[in-house]
């Protein structure tokens, strides 16, 4: 059985910082091409960073461009979105995903998703 399970959300102040981790069980994580999507209230969930699994390749969301990092698996198959400067428009349930394609960022492409973690952005 296939499991992804985020942690490390939570209520932060504008720019402050949070790592959201993923850990993956049931497969061979690291042949599996990772990413992050997130639901913000209201609105489509979009994508925000994607990291291939080479860990060669890394993409972003506009928006997030240098102000997240993706990791690669690490050796305990677990994952990380490295979250800096956080901006209340970040306020989102984010989602960690799997996808047997090398790397995409197309929410299309992903097999396995986490149950997703909340993150608050707030004065």
């Known amino acids: 059985q296939v499991q992804l399970v985020e942690s490390g959300g939570g209520l932060v102040q504008p720019g402050d910082s949070l790592r959201l981790s993923c850990t993956v069980s049931?497969?061979?994580?690291?042949?599996?091409?990772m990413g992050w999507f997130r639901r913000a209230p209201g609105k489509e969930q979009e994508f925000v960073a994607a990291?291939?699994?080479?860990?060669?390749?890394?993409g972003y969301e506009n928006s997030v461009k240098g102000r997240f990092s993706i990791s690669s698996m690490d050796a305990n198959n677990t994952m990380f979105l490295q979250m800096t400067s956080l901006m209340p428009e970040d306020t989102a349930v984010y989602y960690c995903?799997?996808?047997?394609?090398?790397?995409?960022?197309?929410?299309?492409?992903?097999?396995?998703w986490g149950q997703g973690t909340q993150v608050t952005v707030s004065s």
């Open positions: 995903a799997a996808s047997s394609s090398i790397y995409c960022a197309d929410s299309a492409c992903y097999n396995y």
């Open positions: 049931g497969v061979q994580a690291n042949r599996y091409g």
């Open positions: 990291t291939a699994s080479s860990g060669e390749l890394t």
